[in-house]
């Protein structure tokens, strides 16, 4: 379970992550940075 639980945790993570770069990227892009 633990394992499971912890894979679930890193998925949920990555998901995070690439909202997180994604809101960044974007935000970049329209200050032109």
Known sequence: ???????????????MAKNVFAKFGITCGINGL
């Open 1 to 15: 379970m633990s394992k499971f639980s912890r894979a679930i945790d890193l998925l949920v993570l990555r998901k």
